[in-house]
């Protein structure tokens, strides 16, 4: 049978399916070690670039169950994925989060969980959730200025946020990184703000290019900043690249001699974004997205219960077959995806 991956890297792929005898991998040699799952699609924010309007329940159907979750993760994590950041919508509106973090890090061949939060119970349960073992944090923070977060995301909670942050610290919680979504019109100027504030923190502040969906293209029209004007400005000031570790996300992270934290930057619409994907995404009803925008979700809900768990196996290898090369995001081609808290971003 002939190979669909290049003869030069034969080699390397076949030494890594020896060691995941079940790996999942595409036909652009690229495998798959990142999962992140949506636990929710509501978010008790109204974030201009994402839910200007505040979460209107569109879907009726509850989202996965802790068992489905956990008959889920065990499988793809014999299958090759070792990091599983949890996502919503906002994670922490569900009331078993903890459960679900324990659940997740208790599944043999997980390495890392990690969640994204846009802070809202970051000060009351940060403790609970590391007990938990949660390994990583994101945390939303749009804005260091309290009036400019509040035009932002609808809610005044920024100094809450902060102490929640300050509270992590004193728990030696090593693995924090703020989010912070770049914006024309709203924070561009905060940049230097921003970069003061980690010069003694040992934070990564990451800047996500704003990205089109659905529902916002006058707002993106607007707003779009390109992360190539952020990384100008670091080459400039004598910020350097910093290798990836194998699981990491699409972020390129900078360090500086004189800095405590870092800055990463994601930028989905540069040249070959998608080359180095490695992860796939599960929404809080169960269905399998291949890219963020890409045009339709494959349903494993039905394969998630104890009775037919096992067969998610052979389905997952089979629908990984559609995978693209890329998303077409250049072209104003956003998929299925309406707005990005259908799948946490």
Not at 56 to 80: F, H, R, Y
Not at 178 to 199: C, G, H, R
Request: charged content about 20%; overall charge positive.
């Amino acid at each position: 049978m002939n190979s669909p991956f290049p003869n030069n890297k034969i080699i390397a792929r076949q030494s890594y399916l020896n060691e995941n005898l079940h790996a999942l991998a595409d036909q652009y040699d690229r495998t798959f070690n990142y999962l992140r799952l949506s636990i929710t699609d509501a978010c008790n924010y109204r974030c201009n670039y994402c839910l200007p309007d505040g979460y209107q329940c569109t879907n009726k159907n509850t989202p996965l169950t802790l068992d489905e979750i956990t008959n889920l993760v065990t499988i793809m994590a014999k299958k090759g994925i070792r990091k599983v950041r949890i996502t919503g919508g906002e994670p922490s509106v569900r009331k078993d989060l903890v459960d679900i973090i324990k659940a997740i890090k208790n599944i043999q061949g997980i390495e890392t969980v990690a969640l994204t939060t846009n802070g809202y119970k970051l000060d009351k349960q940060i403790k609970s959730w590391i007990n938990a073992g949660l390994d990583a944090l994101n945390v939303s923070i749009d804005s260091l200025n309290p009036d400019k977060f509040y035009e932002i995301t609808g809610k005044n909670r920024l100094a809450e946020i902060l102490n929640g942050l300050e509270l992590a610290e004193q728990l030696n919680f090593k693995h924090i990184k703020i989010n912070a979504v770049l914006l024309k019109q709203y924070n561009y100027s905060e940049f230097d703000q921003f970069m003061s504030w980690i010069k003694h923190k040992p934070y990564t502040i990451r800047f996500i290019e704003l990205m089109e969906t659905g529902d916002n293209t006058d707002y993106f029209k607007a707003n779009h900043l390109s992360g190539r004007v952020i990384e100008n400005q670091l080459m400039d000031q004598g910020w350097q690249a910093i290798k990836k570790s194998a699981n990491a996300g699409p972020a390129i992270e900078y360090s500086h001699p004189d800095y405590n934290g870092r800055i990463g930057l994601i930028m989905p619409y540069s040249k070959d974004f998608c080359k180095s994907c490695n992860r796939l995404r599960v929404s809080s009803q169960g269905k399998l997205h291949l890219c963020l925008f890409g045009e339709k979700g494959y349903d494993l809900k039905p394969f998630l219960s104890a009775a037919n768990h096992q067969h998610l196996d052979s389905v997952l290898d089979q629908t990984i077959g559609f995978k693209q090369q890329g998303h077409d995001l250049s072209n104003h081609k956003t998929g299925s995806t309406r707005h990005l808290a259908m799948l946490g971003g």
